[in-house]
């Protein structure tokens, strides 16, 4: 198992619509991450940047199947509006076991 850490940034006054979102995240994205081995997920903010850890069964095999989703495709094109990755920096932070 690996533990995943992120950041990104939500424009001020988009964080009501962020948690909107993701009260009604879509069936298949969620099957989507189960079927990735993405588990314990929690998310949370501070001053306008948003905090993500995850725990993955393998990395490897969660990277391909989410590169070939069409559900993550729309997904990202969904929330595209209100997350940004901050400048400079990776989308995933950090990966450690």
Not at 70 to 85: A, G, P
Request: glycine share 6%; charged share 35%.
């Amino acid at each position: 198992m690996t533990k995943q850490v992120q950041r990104l940034r939500i424009p001020p006054g988009m964080q009501e619509e962020y948690k909107r979102r993701h009260d009604n995240l879509w069936p298949e994205m969620g099957e989507l991450l189960r079927q990735c081995g993405i588990r314990n997920y929690t998310i949370w903010s501070y001053d306008g940047d948003m905090f993500a850890y995850c725990e993955v069964d393998d990395p490897e095999t969660c990277r391909k199947v989410l590169a070939g989703s069409e559900v993550k495709e729309r997904w990202d094109e969904y929330m595209s509006d209100i997350l940004t990755v901050p400048e400079g920096e990776a989308r995933l932070m950090f990966e450690f076991n």
